[in-house]
């Protein structure tokens, strides 16, 4: 990672650097986080829960922070689980629309609740429109 502040805002994200930050993110935290692969959500909706077992060996409900990265059309937005209060925050810099996938979140979330055998948590969701960064690269939050 040296020398990756000079040039953070010079090239368009891409999967490998979000997945590396989300890594040194939640292995410098003390925290209980857990980040979830580019991929992860893709993979989920394709081949749905049992397909996808293998991606939440550890029990994510157990952290206290859970983040998903999220990729459409050339934007990055990133969905945060506050596991203690139950809320689900969508961080993004452009008007699209992550409903979506903050349902299809929220319906793993229930999942996962009804397999490790709790009654299953109303979530809460709230967005968060961030700043525009100054580049003409404004492909991340």
């Not at 859970?66 to 689980?81: Q, S």
């Not at 349902?103 to 009804?114: D, H």
Request: proline share 4%; net charge positive; aromatic share 14%.
């Amino acid at each position: 990672m040296a020398g990756f502040g000079t040039t953070f805002y010079t090239y368009k994200y891409n999967e490998n650097m979000i997945n590396k930050y989300l890594d040194l993110i939640t292995t410098q935290s003390t925290l209980k986080i857990h980040a979830f692969n580019v991929d992860f959500l893709d993979k989920y909706l394709n081949d749905g829960m049992r397909e996808t077992r293998v991606w939440t060996k550890i029990p994510v409900l157990n952290t206290k922070i859970i983040l998903f990265p999220i990729h459409i059309k050339e934007e990055w937005a990133l969905i945060v689980i506050f596991t203690k209060i139950k809320t689900i925050a969508c961080y993004y810099n452009k008007n699209l629309n992550y409903e979506f996938e903050m349902a299809v979140i929220k319906k793993f979330l229930i999942s996962r609740q009804t397999i490790i055998g709790h009654h299953p948590s109303k979530w809460k969701s709230i967005y968060f429109h961030i700043p525009i960064q100054s580049s003409s690269h404004n492909s991340g939050p």
